[in-house]
């Protein structure tokens, strides 16, 4: 089976979509599924390994992202078609739909849709001279529209399926989560973590992992670090990542004198370095409220480091468990004290970090590139799939552009 996919985000462009794209990609082949990618090129990333890469330009205020040429995409993409695929995948709600849903059509291919981002809580941090409730509206309404031009539209958690049910959604959504390669996060070194970063042995370290955008409430993190050295006075947060609120953030820190407890340690390479990260930790906490899944808990996790997470979202699929993981209370101060009491038990920690493990295997990444292909499979052989063929034909025998 050949699979065409389309995202305006992948590698080097750290994010949770870059994320979940390359590790689908990388157990697809276990599958017999055959990934082809159209992303955008950034620093003059050459074509390799199945990954079409199309010229952009700087997004206007996101100098980490890129906006590729329509134009390019769809002549990529078309490309990719004409020499045969299944169907086509699109990742983003950008350009990549776009010239997802042109080659689609012109093809008489069969459409799916992934909606990894919850872009009604993002908007108005990036469009900030419109009313929020205008941003909003927009989001549902863009989201409801794609999602109706695809035969299935894949949705990484429950929670985010309901939310789209509440648009109007009325496609089939399938709730299919990214999984995670436990191996590589189970063997990172703590303790050479903490000597590479002058980081004392015995010292309690609590540790977040996102990119550094004000949507994440990276915020609420450091407010609550205020309370949390009252019950645990050697606290050190880990703060790991790049983002536009990055200087906002430590401007933070200094205003709240949290400079002793609060360290930036900026992006860390997932193979090398960010495993040992999370070995470092003591507690991984979290406090965005707008993630689909959450992939940096289960990642956590399978390193044996116990999860405090606000239950917003996809984080609340993964906290339902209750293995290794807790819920923290959605208020500043009740989140402080819980991060300084877990941190002032280390046995109880002790006893969180195996069940994390545990926990953490029942999402592999090979489970879930299964069900993935099975998906692709029955929409491929769909009887969609065939009308779209025959109003293809009938268009282009008609002298109609299809």
Known sequence: MR??????????????????????????????????????????????????????RPVPGDPEDRLMSLRAAVHRASKVAAGGVDLIHVQTPFVAHLAGRHVAR?????????????????????????????????????????????????????QMRERLLTYGVSRPIEVLPTGIECEEFARGDGARFRRDHDIAAD??????????????????????????????????????????????????????????????????????VLPDCYAAADLFVFASRTETQGLVLLEAMAAGTPVLALPSMGARSILAGGRGCLRAPDDVAG???MIGDLLSHPPHLAEMSLDARRSAAEWSASAMALRLAELYRRVATGPRKEQTRRDHWKARTRGRPA
């Open 3 to 56: 699979v065409l996919q389309l995202s305006d985000v992948y590698f080097p462009r750290i994010n949770g979509v870059s994320t979940s794209i390359e590790t689908f990609r990388r157990r697809l082949h276990e599958c017999d599924v055959e990934s082809i990618l159209v992303a955008p090129r950034y620093f003059g990333e050459p074509d390799a390994d199945g990954i079409l890469r199309v010229a952009g």
């Open 106 to 158: 012109r093809f008489g291919l069969p459409l799916v849709v992934s909606y990894h981002t919850l872009f009604e809580e993002y908007f108005h941090h990036y469009v900030r001279w419109l009313p929020r409730v205008l941003t909003a509206r927009f989001a549902r309404s863009l989201s409801r529209r794609q999602c109706r031009q695809a035969e299935c539209v894949i949705a990484p958690s429950a």
């Open 203 to 272: 010292r309690p370290v609590a540790l977040t992992v996102s990119r550094l955008a004000f949507e994440k409430n990276i915020r609420m993190l450091i407010d609550a670090i205020r309370h949390a050295r009252r019950i645990c006075p050697q606290i050190l947060l880990l703060i790991a990542g790049h983002g536009p609120a990055e200087s906002a953030l430590m401007r933070q820190v200094d205003t709240l004198g949290l400079g002793d407890s609060v360290r930036f340690v900026g992006y860390l390479d997932r193979a090398r």
């Open 335 to 337: 989140f402080g004290r």
